[in-house]
C-alpha cells in the first residue's frame, strides 16, 4: 500500500506491480492480473494448480452444458462472418490443465487452453480408398470466464475448418 517508486511494470489493466511482485504472488490464469487481496479481492486455486482471481471467478464456466451453448454461438458468430463450419462430427468438452495436457500428449505447454484431436477413418474397398471421414473433439480449458472460453473455442474450430476446407486438396 506504499507508492511505486523506481522501474515497475503495468499490466492491460493499468495496474502497476514491481517486478517482486509477480515473482511473490499468482497472475489470475484467465485476464493475467496479479491476484491480491487489494487488487481482485483474492482468488481461488483449482486442483490442476491454476489460479483464478475473484474478479474472475464468479462467472467461470465449468459445466460442458454452458460450453456447448458457447460453442453454437462461437458457430454461428462465424457463419455470420462468412466462416462456415459443418459441426455434424465436433463436440466439445470443457478441460482441466491436467485433462488438456493428457489429450494434446507432446504438444503441450502451460499457455496452451484449448487442444482440437481430429481422427481420421479411412474406408477402403477392394484396396483403394473409397470414403474418408473425420471427427473432432475439441478440449477447452474450463473455470475461466465465458468470453476467454469462446476465444479458445474460436481458434479451435479454425482447425476444424482448415480439415474441412484444404484435407481433399492433399488426397492423391
Request: proline fraction near 3%; glycine fraction near 8%; charged fraction near 25%.
Amino acid at each position: 500500500k506504499k507508492p511505486l517508486s523506481g522501474t515497475y511494470e503495468v499490466d492491460d489493466f493499468g495496474n502497476r506491480s514491481h517486478s517482486s511482485h509477480r515473482a511473490e504472488t499468482d497472475p489470475c490464469d484467465a485476464c493475467r492480473r496479479l491476484i491480491s487481496s487489494s487488487l481482485t479481492g483474492g482468488g481461488k486455486k483449482y486442483k490442476d494448480g491454476r489460479a483464478v482471481c475473484n474478479i474472475c471467478f464468479p462467472s467461470a464456466v465449468t459445466d460442458d452444458g454452458i460450453i456447448n451453448s458457447l460453442m453454437i454461438k462461437v458457430v454461428r458468430v462465424l457463419k455470420n462472418s462468412g466462416i462456415t463450419i459443418n459441426t455434424n462430427a465436433v463436440s466439445i468438452k470443457g478441460a482441466d490443465r491436467t485433462l488438456l495436457k493428457q489429450k494434446s500428449g507432446g504438444i503441450y505447454s502451460p499457455s496452451m487452453r484449448g487442444f482440437c484431436d481430429t481422427k481420421i477413418s479411412t474406408q477402403y474397398t477392394n484396396g483403394k480408398k473409397d470414403k474418408e471421414t473425420a471427427s473432432h473433439i475439441i478440449y477447452v480449458l474450463n473455470g475461466v470466464p465465458p468470453l476467454y472460453i469462446e476465444l479458445t473455442i474460436a481458434h479451435e474450430l479454425m482447425h476444424v475448418w482448415f480439415y474441412q476446407n484444404t484435407a481433399k486438396k492433399h488426397d492423391s
